[in-house]
T-cell receptor, first 109, second 111 residues
Framework: GIQVEQSPPDLILQEGANSTLRCNFS?????LQWFHQNPWGQLINLFY???GTKQNGRLSATTVATERYSLLYISSSQTTDSGVYFC???????????FGEGTQLTVNP | DGGITQSPKYLFRKEGQNVTLSCEQN?????MYWYRQDPGQGLRLIYY???????QKGDIAEGYSVSREKKESFPLTVTSAQKNPTAFYLC??????????FGPGTRLTVL
């Protein structure tokens, strides 16, 4: 099956810093999503981005499907950005999402 | 409100008991999913259903059972055969290969 690798596994930042999270995948996909899991466990949709670039406030994402990776950018980080960020992909002709192991982000005040 | 609801939020079970976790959605989505998450880990797929009265095993289906009698509902039963059921359980729904949305989760603890 498809492999989804996220890096780094852990990231600690000071408030106001910028960061880039990476997601590599091993096969062609027709759907890629980024999620943020908050401290209460809720998974929040950030982006549906099978290709191209999208921006939402301080967050933006870019997927280069031909090179099989996606990047999530967080600018001017805030303590509320803390949590786990998951990348998940839906393979072409598949019927389910496959998740990476996540990046644990801690933003200190 | 539109969305996915899960109940209960917290559930305690004695060893040897079966328990059923509820998942309801009013998003008119065809597909529904159950995931398990252990502390510090990612999400693992238990079961999924792409249409009413049909469902498929995921990666860790042993010790679990599901039903899909209605489009809106996809309950998960954790049976006594599940050796280590203490975990966080998340339900999700999606419209085919489109954006997947998650419920708030149920934390199950075996006493």
């Amino acid at each position: 099956g498809i492999q989804v690798e996220q890096s780094p596994p852990d990231l600690i930042l000071q408030e106001g810093a910028n960061s880039t999270l990476r997601c590599n995948f091993s096969d062609s996909v027709n759907n890629l999503q980024w999620f943020h899991q908050n401290p209460w466990g809720q998974l929040i949709n950030l982006f549906y981005i099978p290709s191209g670039t999208k921006q939402n406030g301080r967050l933006s994402a870019t997927t280069v499907a031909t090179e099989r990776y996606s990047l999530l950018y967080i600018s001017s980080s805030q303590t509320t950005d803390s949590g786990v960020y998951f990348c998940a992909v839906w393979v072409t002709s598949g019927s389910r999402l496959t998740f990476g192991e996540g990046t644990q982000l801690t933003v200190n005040p | 409100d539109g969305g996915i609801t899960q109940s209960p939020k917290y559930l305690f079970r004695k060893e040897g008991q079966n328990v059923t976790l509820s998942c309801e959605q009013n998003l008119n989505h065809d597909a529904m999913y159950w995931y398990r998450q252990d502390p510090g880990q990612g999400l693992r797929l238990i079961y999924y259903s792409q249409i009413v009265n049909d469902f498929q095993k995921g990666d860790i289906a042993e010790g679990y059972s599901v039903s899909r009698e209605k489009k809106e509902s996809f309950p998960l039963t954790v049976t006594s055969a599940q050796k280590n059921p203490t975990a966080f359980y998340l339900c999700a729904s999606a419209s085919k290969a489109d954006t997947q949305y998650f419920g708030p989760g149920t934390r199950l603890t075996v006493l």
